[in-house]
C-alpha cells in the first residue's frame, strides 16, 4: 500500500501541473484531488513524524508485531491514497499488469503472515 499511496500523490500532482491551465471540469477535478490528497498525506506523514520522534519507537527489541500498533492511523490515509490510485487507472491498462501486482502484494503479505507466526509474545518453555 506504501507503494500504491507514494504513485497515488505523484499521479495527483502530476495530473494537476498537467491541467493548471485549463478551465474545464477536469481541472475542477484535479484541483479537489489535490486538495484532499495533500490532507491525506499530511495525515499520513504526521503521524509517522510524531511516532519518528519517539526514541523508543527505534529499539530493535520491538518486533514486528508489537510496534505496527502505532502505524495503524496512518494506514487509513496510504489506503485512501491507494484506492484513489486503483479507481483511476487508465482502462487500457493490461490484464497482466493486474494480476502481476495481485500477485506480488499476496506474496509480500503471505511472507510477512509467516515471520509474524514465528514471533511469540511470551516464551516458549
Known amino acids: 500500500m506504501l507503494v500504491l499511496a507514494l504513485a497515488?500523490?505523484?499521479?495527483?500532482?502530476?495530473?494537476?501541473?498537467r491541467?493548471?491551465?485549463?478551465d474545464d471540469?477536469?481541472?475542477?477535478?484535479?484541483?479537489?484531488?489535490?486538495?484532499?490528497?495533500?490532507?491525506l498525506a499530511a495525515s499520513w506523514f504526521s503521524v509517522w513524524?510524531?511516532?519518528a520522534a519517539y526514541t523508543w519507537m527505534a529499539n530493535?527489541?520491538?518486533?514486528?508485531?508489537?510496534?505496527?500498533r502505532?502505524?495503524?492511523?496512518?494506514?487509513?490515509?496510504i489506503a485512501l491514497l491507494g484506492s484513489w490510485l486503483v479507481t483511476r487507472l487508465p482502462r487500457r491498462a493490461?490484464?497482466?499488469?493486474v494480476t502481476s501486482a495481485a500477485v506480488a502484494m499476496f506474496v509480500l503479505g503471505a511472507w510477512s503472515f509467516a515471520v509474524m507466526r514465528?514471533?511469540?509474545l511470551f516464551p516458549r518453555s
Do not use: C, K, M, N
Not at 60 to 68: C, F, G, K
Not at 71 to 77: D, E, K, L, R
Open 8 to 17: 497515488a500523490l505523484a499521479w495527483i500532482a502530476a495530473r494537476r501541473v
Open 19 to 22: 491541467l493548471r491551465r485549463a
Open 25 to 39: 471540469e477536469r481541472a475542477g477535478h484535479a484541483r479537489r484531488d489535490l486538495a484532499v490528497g495533500l490532507a
Open 49 to 51: 513524524g510524531l511516532y
Open 60 to 68: 530493535p527489541v520491538l518486533s514486528t508485531l508489537q510496534s505496527a
Open 70 to 77: 502505532f502505524y495503524v492511523p496512518a494506514a487509513g490515509a
Open 94 to 97: 493490461s490484464l497482466a499488469a
Open 118 to 120: 514465528e514471533f511469540w
